[in-house]
């Protein structure tokens, strides 16, 4: 079933009618949650933009209208270094983005250099809302197999390799009652690997998105055992089982 994105009609419509302010922006979609799935009363509007010539410049004509013609009542702009190619901002339609006794209203935006063949792979990012693309210079097509493997491979072979000296570090943090450290290093050495692994095993198109989607990415249950391992107060039995689901995805996927 189609997102209902009604709440965001003013910004849709601004958006559609950008290009022709800004004549620079040759593509304009709607991405994220409003088509890979898990859209909400609280989720934000991602839109993301790509346009000829310098990104910086379109980006603050559009962060300019955004200004004008929204309600906006703050922005967060990412540094300039974030994107090589472009600028990100989140643009708050109202305030107190916490306060989720309301429908969120919340503009994720990035804007990038056009690159000289513009693809999107739906595995990954799902099916684009396209707002603007009258050159059809977007096309929808799987990312480079060759360049994923390798990626899963290396994080494979590093998480094998890792295995003992991260074990150590979360133990010996616990040991000496470095609790801070300690939930630092199981969820950088234990859980993140452990999910990382996961994904190359269940749905590698998204093998390195993290901790976010996981209960549309992975096997039903999967979340629920994930979040069990998370810290806690029994953090050392926390760290032991996760290195434990380690050590069984690992064998799965080096016995292929």
């Known amino acids: 079933m189609a997102a209902d994105l009604t709440r965001y009609d003013d910004v849709l419509a601004l958006l559609t009618a950008l290009p022709r302010r800004v004549p620079a922006l040759q593509v304009?979609?709607?991405?994220?949650?409003?088509v890979t799935g898990g859209w909400d009363d609280h989720?934000?509007?991602?839109?993301?933009?790509?346009?000829?010539?310098?990104?910086?410049?379109?980006?603050?004509a559009v962060?300019?209208?955004?200004?004008?013609?929204?309600?906006?009542?703050s922005v967060w702009e990412l540094p300039e270094a974030t994107w090589p190619e472009g600028r990100q901002c989140f643009v708050h339609l109202q305030p107190d983005a916490a306060d989720l006794g309301r429908p969120t209203r919340l503009l994720d935006?990035?804007?990038?250099?056009?690159?000289?063949?513009?693809t999107m792979d739906t595995r990954r990012h799902g099916t684009p809302i396209v707002l603007h693309d009258p050159d059809g210079l977007l096309h929808l097509e799987d990312d480079d197999e060759r360049e994923m493997e390798a990626g899963r491979r290396l994080?494979?072979?590093?998480?094998?390799?890792?295995?003992?000296?991260?074990?150590?570090l979360v133990e010996r943090a616990i040991a000496r009652d470095d609790l801070a450290e300690a939930t630092l290093l199981h969820l950088r050495f234990a859980v993140e690997?452990?999910?990382?692994?996961?994904?190359?095993?269940?749905?590698?198109?998204?093998?390195?998105f993290g901790l976010r989607y996981l209960r549309t990415d992975l096997p039903d249950g999967f979340a629920e055992r994930v979040e069990a391992v998370l810290p806690g107060p029994d953090l050392a039995v926390r760290s032991r089982t996760a290195f434990a689901w380690q050590d069984e995805v690992l064998a799965q996927l080096t016995s292929r």
């Open 63 to 73: 962060l300019a209208l955004l200004r004008d013609e929204l309600p906006v009542d």
């Open 155 to 168: 994080a494979v072979e590093q998480t094998a390799a890792r295995r003992q000296t991260a074990a150590w």
């Open 28 to 34: 304009v979609v709607v991405n994220g949650s409003a």
């Open 193 to 208: 690997p452990l999910v990382r692994l996961l994904r190359i095993k269940h749905c590698p198109a998204r093998w390195d």
């Open 109 to 118: 935006l990035v804007i990038l250099t056009t690159p000289e063949r513009l």
């Open 43 to 60: 989720s934000d509007l991602d839109v993301e933009a790509w346009c000829s010539g310098d990104a910086a410049t379109t980006y603050a």
